[in-house]
């Protein structure tokens, strides 16, 4: 019985803070984009000790590891099959190991394979994306370029994929195909609905899309090497995306 003191509330966060493990690894599809802080990256690379974080943020990470798992349950309600998922690949930005894993590639009942991200959000974000601004999420552009480009990937024959947004609030979804051009390395926006049917107005093109990411990679191990940390891209204290 636990009486009046909520034990569990406590318990739980500090558990999580206990069991935390901190990935050393930085170069990697999750950590490309143009708006992820460089100048955190280059802490990282170096082996810098991060503050640690609160117990909340973990559970924050695990539900939405369970959304996702939650999309992918319902795809194959509907006679989508899933395959290949957690499948890990070796992507441009990190050749050398297999850091990328993708959540799966859908099958459609037409034959046709398209590779699928899940990303649940939080309102907020949701609802700047369904009025077509994608600022807050254009990094996930560059994560899906990576996968796509994947030599795993490519040899499946698989160019199409979708960014497939859930809203962890009102479970309102959102998703965006794109195609990865490899001879250009470009990714391209083909179209984008809202789970109201609703046609979104959203324009995107990124040329040498994994071009960029090896560049800001090799920016990250140079500033290592020499020991100059680069200039600070966000104010002071900014807390996403420098954490």
Known sequence: KLGDSPVLARKLIEFAEREAKVDPRWRRPSSAGPKRCIRSLVYKASGAVPEPRSGRVYHTLDDSSWHAELMKDWLRKMGINVLYEELRVTTPCAPDSDVGRIDG????QDGTLRLFDCKAINHYWFERLASGDITDVIDYFHQIAEYLASPEIQALGVQSGLLWFKNKNTSAYLDIEVLYVPDQD???VKSAETSSLEPLEVHL????VTRQDITKFNTVQLHVDTGILPARPYPYRTVFPCS
């Open 205 to 208: 093109s990124i040329e040498n």
């Open 105 to 108: 590639i859908a099958q459609f």
């Open 186 to 188: 470009r990714l391209v």
